[in-house]
């Protein structure tokens, strides 16, 4: 099965849902034009489920469920904003391998 490479854009948001393709792996964070983005590998597959993240603030309380696994960090507005981001994993078996 080949596959392929989405971006998809990290919504100014403490907790965002995303519509990704079964199977992906998210393989970077970044910020561009100060907008955040992930990029995950995708198998060219039509199948779409919902993916919920989380992102936490340096120095924000947070009480994370142990089902969210931390994905990357990214930083915003010349560092006045430093996002952690982690991704929900509690799903299905056939995503447990998603996001690392």
Not at 33 to 54: C, D, H, S
Not at 69 to 98: A, N
Request: charged share 15%; hydrophobic share 40%.
């Amino acid at each position: 099965m080949s596959n392929r490479i989405l971006k998809y854009e990290i919504p100014v948001a403490t907790e965002f849902t995303l519509q990704l393709n079964q199977g992906s792996r998210i393989i970077k964070v970044a910020v561009i034009n100060e907008k955040a983005y992930l990029w995950a590998i995708a198998p060219q597959e039509n199948t779409i489920i919902p993916v919920n993240f989380r992102v936490v603030m340096t120095g924000e309380e947070s009480e994370l469920p142990y089902t969210y696994q931390y994905i990357d960090t990214f930083i915003l507005c010349y560092g006045e904003f430093v996002g952690h981001l982690f991704v929900d994993t509690s799903v299905p078996q056939h995503m447990k391998s998603f996001g690392l």
